[in-house]
């Protein structure tokens, strides 16, 4: 798996602004701090997560879309400050998403082919109330059929599911991520770690010595 699969359309913003304010708590003149990246900008970015000694790299903001299965989102959801901007929902349209495409390859066709069948199902029934409802028939019993369908489809879909969210965060907190992930098992994690060595100044996050 590339990084180019799981993180696309990525900004970066207030890296000069932050490198500058990284000098201010030894500035008597703010006017006359550069931007510059020096050996102490370095050694600020590259201290020991939790130090202190990196704060000003929560003001380098990274946006970016990122594209996780249902079993990623889990565990990036208890990052604080790995933050949605919006996000694809299963909620509203999983009846609508082209099954063939959205699962992991690691998802097992048989549940793949169970799903194509509850949605089919659902559609046809939805067709079904549409169609007596322009009759003037009452479809109060169909639509509660629907809402169980509906719930079963959600409650099935198995986690190689694959949501693509616009997400906002920082050089710091990327730095917790990285150090936490390169080395786990799911692929997801390691195509993101490879997609931040790719960030500007990367080794500010990394560690790894600027070539």
């Given at each position: 798996?590339?990084?180019?699969?799981?993180?696309?359309?990525?900004?970066?913003?207030?890296?000069?602004?932050?490198?500058?304010?990284?000098?201010?708590?030894?500035?008597?003149?703010?006017?006359?701090?550069?931007?510059?990246?020096?050996?102490?900008?370095?050694?600020?970015?590259?201290?020991?997560?939790?130090?202190?000694?990196?704060?000003?790299?929560?003001?380098?903001?990274?946006?970016?879309?990122?594209?996780?299965?249902?079993?990623?989102?889990?565990?990036?959801?208890?990052?604080?400050?790995?933050?949605?901007?919006?996000?694809?929902?299963?909620?509203?349209?999983?009846?609508?998403?082209?099954?063939?495409?959205?699962?992991?390859?690691?998802?097992?066709?048989?549940?793949?082919?169970?799903?194509?069948?509850?949605?089919?199902?659902?559609?046809?029934?939805?067709?079904?109330?549409?169609?007596?409802?322009?009759?003037?028939?009452?479809?109060?019993?169909?639509?509660?059929?629907?809402?169980?369908?509906?719930?079963?489809?959600?409650?099935?879909?198995?986690?190689?599911?694959?949501?693509?969210?616009?997400?906002?965060?920082?050089?710091?907190?990327?730095?917790?991520?990285?150090?936490?992930?390169?080395?786990?098992?799911?692929?997801?994690?390691?195509?993101?770690?490879?997609w931040v060595e790719t960030l500007p100044y990367a080794y500010f996050i990394?560690?790894?010595?600027?070539?």
């Amino acid at each position: 798996m590339n990084y180019q699969d799981v993180v696309s359309n990525v900004k970066v913003y207030g890296f000069e602004d932050a490198v500058k304010g990284a000098k201010y708590s030894y500035a008597t003149d703010i006017n006359k701090v550069s931007d510059e990246v020096t050996k102490t900008t370095e050694s600020l970015a590259c201290s020991p997560a939790g130090s202190g000694h990196d704060q000003f790299m929560t003001g380098i903001v990274v946006q970016f879309d990122l594209t996780f299965s249902n079993k990623a989102w889990v565990e990036a959801e208890r990052y604080k400050f790995l933050n949605f901007v919006s996000s694809q929902s299963t909620m509203h349209r999983i009846t609508k998403f082209n099954l063939d495409e959205v699962y992991m390859e690691y998802t097992d066709p048989r549940i793949i082919a169970i799903m194509k069948e509850k949605v089919a199902e659902y559609n046809v029934l939805m067709n079904r109330i549409a169609e007596e409802k322009e009759k003037g028939n009452d479809v109060r019993d169909l639509r509660k059929e629907a809402d169980l369908r509906y719930l079963e489809i959600l409650y099935s879909n198995p986690a190689g599911f694959r949501l693509t969210a616009k997400m906002t965060t920082n050089y710091r907190a990327l730095k917790t991520i990285y150090h936490q992930r390169k080395d786990h098992r799911l692929p997801e994690w390691k195509a993101f770690c490879a997609w931040v060595e790719t960030l500007p100044y990367a080794y500010f996050i990394t560690g790894k010595t600027a070539e």
